[in-house]
């Protein structure tokens, strides 16, 4: 199984006319992704590769059933196409956009939630789940993502979109594979963090471990480590912490825009002793996490 | 970015908040005519964008216009966390009663913003949240309601905060919200909120931060506060090897290559993305290798900006050679990667094959890029080299 998406996910793309989605489109359609619709506005009538286009959210949800929307328009647009999006009574949302102000992220967050909509990201890769379908960036093109996302048994969560592909890769070359690997993205406030994806894993049978990547600031992983003392899940996890250089650094804003040391809190040595502390491996190498998961999955 | 406290105080003014009566000086001159203006004893503070001002000696008491003027004179050549003071703050000094804090900032955790208020201010607050909790309140709002005045007041109240001392900490805090929300900011603080002995209620101290991604959008504040667009804010001012960092990613809009930061080592590394980038960073100084510099490269950037920032990594005196790593790829391509990298070598007077210490960009296009990397003599790696393994074995062709 997998979680969030499958084999029979629809998806539109809103923003589907600009350069990148044109790409995005054609390497989700070749890896066997239902893409059903695009929205940009004014564009009603055309088409890209295929894919039918409408002025608006409605367009599509007032006529078929529409799993899901991935907004890829530029920042100072976005907001206003996630709104529309949850608007139109769409339910998981992929925000692959880049530099949205915090506060707009917030306003929609709250909102999704309201409406029972699940945001992923922003500023993310977006979703896999291996041999089924994808949702977003993930991989690139269809031969690429089937190299590095082999069907299998593994989680993968991961506020960097590079690493999500990294750290599946190192799981699909050592056999174990991914049941769905998340890229949830960098920013300060985004729709899910670990602990609010957990709960989707645990109910997942297929799913026998978890691999995150991590770094420093913000409370995603002291979050992760609080679920994991309070569910008991059944689920090893395993961490990879990067950024172990900014502990030292705090005020220098490196990667990510949650990537900040503040304060005690946000440190990656803070960060590894929580985990720790909850039954979470922390893996000093990428390479280290596959054997880690095999011993703990048993 | 952040403000300095003349700045913020210059924003709680226009929303109503009481504050002493202050002027900006730039030279002990100024300090004394300050000084002289206010009348009475004044308190004259260093303006600089960090804390820790009080223990560098930032902070200085005078009781005449002639102590203000040497007071300011120190304080101007004091450097605080390595910055030079834009100016010095003069203002009135009054008798205090009680220090009460005061913050609006984000809650990652509720994705909304906090209240967070103490009727023990002046102090460490988080040194209060752990050792005196039920001084410290925390009071979430929503992100889609207009913000109503009883919120502040149930953060107020929270710390047994009542009588008389409810309705005005009620206006300020309620005010300093608002100018959270309105401005974009990511942090609004007063601290010390004082009570004074005539029992009125002052902001004696303020620290506000701005999101990044709202200067565009909150330009006309910024104008109203005369600071300039080219005024970064940072924790340290960028070198200029840095300011070169962040032409080479403005000059073309595709992709990201820069976010770069200059270290003392003889390594340069071309690494990417975010996470990519602090997990190669790590790489290298856990094989013992000595960075030149961080950097940021990805989201599929042209043959001219990869080229760029080669070059400008390569200008750097003492650098040996480069490393060029990314983590495995969805949209940067391998090859583009490869002919900018061997084209900034070449620009720069360098043979590829000698400087490039080892190229690890796995994903799309690699088999293009791996023709290209092999026809100039370049070390490269696929994916079954980790990016661990690539790091160490750039840092193992180090100088000895």
Redesign the interface.
Known sequence: MSILIDENSTFIIQGITGR?AV?MTRELLNYGSKVVGGVTPGRKGRDVHGVPVEDTVRAFTERMEVTGAIVAVP?AFAADAVMEAIEGGIKLIVIVTE?????QV??F???AGQEGARIIGPNC?GLISPGKSKMG?????AD?TQR?FKPGSIGVM??????T??IS??LS?AGLGISTAASIG?D??IGSNYAELMPLFEADPETKGIAI?S?PG???EA?LAEYMTASKSRLPVVA?M?????DAM???R??????IVE??ADTTAEKIARMEAAGISVA????DIPAILKQRIG | MRFYEHEAKQVLQKHGVPLPKRSVATTPEEAETAAAEIGGPVVLKSQVLSGGRMKAGGVKFADTPAEAKDAAAAILEIEISGQKPMGVLVEERRAIAQEYYAAVTWDARAKKPVIIFSDMGGIDIEEVAEQHPDHLSRTNFSNLRPFSDYIAKVAVSKTGVTGNHLGPLTRIVTALARVFVQYDLTLAEINPLARLEDGTFIALDSHMDMEEEARTSQRALLRELGIPDEDTRLARPPTPFEVAGAQVDAADTRGVAGRVVEFDGNMGLVIGAGGGSLTLFDAVRAAGGKPANYCEIGGNPSVAKAAALTKLVLSKPGVEKIAVMMNVVSNTRADIMARGIIKGCIEAGRDPGETIAIFRIPGSWEDEGFKILRKYGVDFVDRSVSMHEAAARAVAKMGA
């Open positions: 990148e790409t920042p530099r949205i102000p915090r506060k917030a306003e967050i709250e909102y890769l960036g993930i991989g690139g093109a690429a590095a991961s506020r960097s979109g590079g690493m592909v990294e890769n190192a070359e960098g300060a406030i990547y770094e913000g409370p995603s979050m990879f990067a950024g172990r250089f900014m705090p005020g220098m490196f990667g990510h825009a949650g990537t304060g005690r000093e190498r990428i390479e």
